[in-house]
């Protein structure tokens, strides 16, 4: 997959039931030891996960499981 200009922002919809999980994986390659990546899971418009990276190839990996 090539290069996503940044802040970008994914919606879709998934009928789930508890205890299901959902993990997104958001990383840089390349970065500097300055960069960041944040990613954030939101359910029904509220935020319930994020996780925040940094440094060259930094990895922001948010795992939500559905009625945690």
């Known amino acids: 997959m090539g290069a996503t200009p940044l ?3 994914y919606r879709f919809k998934r009928t789930m039931k508890q205890g299901d999980n959902l ?4 990383s ?3 970065g500097t030891a300055a960069s960041e ?3 954030a899971i939101l359910l029904d418009g509220k935020e319930v996960k ?3 990276g940094r ?3 930094a990895q ?3 795992v939500y499981v559905i009625g945690q």
């Open 23 to 26: 993990t997104i994986l958001a």
């Open 50 to 52: 994020k996780e925040t």
């Open 37 to 39: 990546i944040t990613c």
């Open 28 to 30: 840089l390659s390349g």
């Open 60 to 62: 922001a990996v948010p």
């Open 55 to 57: 440094g060259v190839n």
């Open 7 to 9: 802040p970008a922002t």
